[in-house]
Structure formats: C-alpha cells, structure tokens
C-alpha cells in the first residue's frame, strides 16, 4: 500500500499563488508517473498536470504558462507551483501517482485531496 497526503491547499485573491505538495509512503515501492488532478462543485475530475519518472511533463491547456509540476524522486514528492490564479481554478485538487512493486505492472493510488478556493 501507498499512501498520498496533500498539502498547500487554501483561500488565494485571484492573481496570487499556491504551491501544492504532495508525499508519497509506504513500502518497497517506486512512483512511476504521478499527477494533479481537480475537481470543482458539479464538474468531473480532470487532469491537470503529470510529471513521469523522467521528468517529462504533461499539462491542459488552461494552465500552461501558469502552473509548474516538479519532483524530488529522493522524496517521492510531487509539487505544484500554482501562479496567476483564477476564480476557475477553484476545486479540490487531488494527487495521483502510478506505482511499481517491482512486479509486472503497475497500481494507481490517490490522495484524499486538498482544497483550493480563489476568491475575485
């Protein structure tokens, strides 16, 4: 088992910034792909941002330009530096990550999520 705890979460004026972390533990095991996702009152969770192994990373478009996922494999931390915030990046936004044992395949774990309100 792996657990994911958020934090970073809060009330921001639009404009302002947040950064999200999120700490991965447990045993034995190594993130593969890890991710943001959001989900804002009445709408389905969606993608935000992945970051795999390599580095490489994936974001929608809505927050190109704004938002940087990063990771610290020594921790298995993922992070979200959220700049120029908008009312419509309000949601509970959630960490994701893939994660091997070491056997064939992999299992996907997600965070209870952390909150994120952006007031106009």
């Known amino acids: 088992q792996v657990q994911l705890v958020e934090s970073g979460g809060g009330l921001v004026q639009a404009g302002g910034s947040l950064r999200l972390s999120c700490s991965a533990s447990?045993?034995?095991?190594?993130?593969?792909?890890m991710g943001w996702y959001r989900q804002a009152p009445g709408n389905e969770r969606e993608l935000v941002a992945t970051?795999?192994?390599?580095?490489?990373?994936n974001y929608i478009d809505s927050v190109k330009g704004r938002f940087t996922v990063s990771r610290d494999n020594a921790k298995n931390t993922i992070y979200l530096q959220m700049n120029s915030l908008k009312p419509d990046d309000t949601a509970v936004y959630f960490c994701?990550?893939?994660?091997?044992?070491?056997?064939?395949?992999?299992?996907?774990?997600w965070g209870q999520g952390t909150q994120v309100t952006v007031s106009s």
């Open positions: 994701n990550a893939d994660v091997s044992f070491g056997g064939p395949g992999s299992h996907n774990y």
């Open positions: 447990g045993r034995a095991f190594r993130p593969m792909t």
């Open positions: 970051i795999a192994e390599t580095g490489n990373t």
